[in-house]
């Protein structure tokens, strides 16, 4: 409903990107926009009257849309829908179902999202949870919006560290405690790389050597290699069926490896790149922002992630032509990733509209507000984060303990802002009363049980029946979901999604406590049983959304 308020009062006053907002207090009705203000000075007027004149147009255009328009304060319009309105929208809820909120503004366009990301030989970090976990939420959400959304998880396949791990398998492996936990080895492998290269200054180099074996193609050097890639593959695999994450492609920085001499030699062309000390750097002097150079080519004509990400951008572009790339990467990653969209598009890389994005996030830090660590008997990988949760889920359902547990993780990191770092406290993460998952799955499961029992209702809503406040109030936000998922999906922000959700659940838990459902009278009944389904509607499609299921029982 935004954009076709938005769109008449672009028509009306002639200003592009008219801004219309829900208001945070319902008070000051469904919509609010300043655009009077903005209005006001190039029609040389106050703007309260500036705000007048728009208010008498809308009446005249549009008017029936809206029971009334208030101007208030220094000149913000508010908006407050009619009863037929509303009941349209609600019918849609009702037509629409799991397909409720989707639009159509993406249709047309491709959208790359580059997630999860983790590094092979290693277990998955917190950061790649959080990539993981964003990433999946933002596809899932851009879908919804029309876009063909193509996931790829960037596997950091390939460089230097292989060359050591296979060194190190070489001689020191234990094949027995591969197979228990073939990272855990790996890690075990890698570390004791690192040792005895203290000791013995020769292993960094016999390492080098083994990396250019495997480069250029020795059978054996790639043999293990792949071994490695595809046991770490097969724990993420397991990772991600448990997290119910699916990412389209999986190319991995290996993939590039053939196409990195061609960058090279593009940034040579072109000029933005030259030989300092043996090694190709990218300097940026042409650049307004000021950035320290970046290698792409080391003296030993070994290539880096700068590189790679070079030919990413180019492969993706030739492949598909996204309208966006976007790379969800921590924060600490800003200035490579400035780096890399900066000289993507002066070598023309990438598309002249295509919008290259960083959607960065900050940290997950431990209860005591530092980073994880085993020390302090906190969890470190994933997968212990995951279990941990899983475990603390089976008090409050034993039966679907791994949605609940799994689905209250991905909730708890979606629900802070991006940017902010997160401080886990595991009573918020599961607080059955508070801004998580398990509170918002356990609304749905409580309506799920009135139809259960009481059938659903068909037929249009009548909203002259639905007239206590507690089912104005539902209504007033079931009618909004559209609008938030538009608007979160646009600014790259899933907690939009889970602030809604909080408020949808909170509202619709005063209409269950002061609302009698199944013993009211039976057109009453009737109407709230409708709206008990199409607060069902809205919840599911908002944690599914966010890649959290819902449940007919908890
Ligand atoms: N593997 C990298 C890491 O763990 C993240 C890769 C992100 N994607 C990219 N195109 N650079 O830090």
């Not at 085993?374 to 279990?387: A, P, S, V, W």
């Amino acid at each position: 409903m935004i954009t076709q308020i938005a769109k008449l009062l672009e028509k009306i006053t002639g200003e592009a990107d008219v801004k219309v907002t829900i208001p945070e207090n319902m008070a000051f009705g469904h919509y609010t926009t300043n655009i009077a203000l903005v209005a006001a000075k190039k029609l040389g007027v106050s703007p309260r009257e500036a705000a007048e004149k728009i208010k008498n147009e809308i009446l005249e255009k549009g008017g029936t849309r809206f029971q009334k328009i208030e101007i208030a304060g220094p000149g913000f319009l508010n908006f407050y829908l009619s009863k037929d309105a509303l009941q349209e929208e609600l019918d849609k809820i009702v037509e629409a179902g799991d397909k409720y909120g989707n639009n159509e503004i993406g249709s047309g366009k491709t959208v790359v999202i580059d997630y999860s990301a983790p590094n092979i030989a290693k277990p998955m970090s917190i950061g790649h949870l959080r990539s993981t976990v964003i990433g999946d939420a933002l596809a899932r959400m851009l879908r919804t919006q029309g876009y063909q959304v193509i996931g790829d998880n960037h596997l950091g396949d390939w460089g230097t560290q292989f060359g050591k791990l296979i060194y190190a398998w070489k001689n020191w492996r234990d094949e027995m405690e591969f197979v228990k936990n073939p990272i855990k080895h790996l890690v075990e492998l890698y570390v004791r790389f690192h040792k005895e290269a203290e000791n013995d200054e020769a292993l960094e180099d016999i390492a080098r050597e083994e990396t250019a074996k495997l480069q250029k193609g020795d059978e054996e050097n790639r043999k293990l290699w792949k071994m490695m890639v595809d046991e770490s593959m097969k724990e993420f695999n397991k990772l991600y069926d448990r997290m119910g994450v699916k990412i389209d492609k999986a190319y991995g920085e290996s993939f590039y490896e053939p196409m990195l001499d061609e960058i090279v030699r593009i940034a040579l062309d072109n000029g933005i790149a030259r030989v300092e000390d043996g090694a190709i750097k990218i300097f940026f002097d042409w650049c307004e922002k000021e950035l320290p150079p970046s290698v792409l080519q080391k003296k030993d004509g070994s290539h880096l992630y700068m590189t790679t990400d070079l030919a990413t951008i180019k492969f993706r572009t030739q492949t598909y032509h996204p309208a966006k790339i976007l790379y969800v990467v921590a924060n600490e990653q800003a200035l490579h990733f400035e780096e890399v969209f900066e000289a993507a598009r002066k070598l023309k890389l990438s598309d002249e509209g295509t919008e290259l994005t960083h959607i960065k996030f900050g940290m997950m830090l431990g209860e005591s507000g530092k980073k994880f660590s085993t020390r302090k008997g906190e969890f470190i990988t994933l997968e212990e984060l995951i279990n941990k949760a899983v475990e603390e889920a089976r008090a409050i359902n034993e039966e679907s303990a791994e949605k609940v547990g799994i689905g209250a993780v991905k909730y708890y990191d979606l629900s802070h802002q991006r940017m902010s770092d997160i401080v886990f406290n595991w009573d918020a993460v599961l607080d059955m009363r508070g801004n998580s998952s398990p509170y918002i799955q356990y609304t749905y499961a409580r309506f799920a049980n009135i139809l259960n029992k009481a059938g659903e209702s068909q037929g249009k809503t009548d909203l002259d029946i639905l007239s206590t406040d507690s089912e104005k109030r539902v209504v007033d936000l079931l009618i909004h979901y559209p609008d938030v998922l538009a608007f979160a999906s646009g600014s790259y922000e899933p907690n939009h999604i889970t602030d809604y959700l909080f408020k949808l659940a909170n509202a619709a838990n005063a209409f269950y406590e002061n609302c009698q459902i199944i013993n009211a009278e039976e057109k009453l009944r009737a109407e709230r049983l409708k709206l008990a389904k199409m607060i069902m509607t809205v919840i599911k499609n908002g944690l599914n959304v966010l890649g959290i299921e819902v449940m007919e029982r908890m």
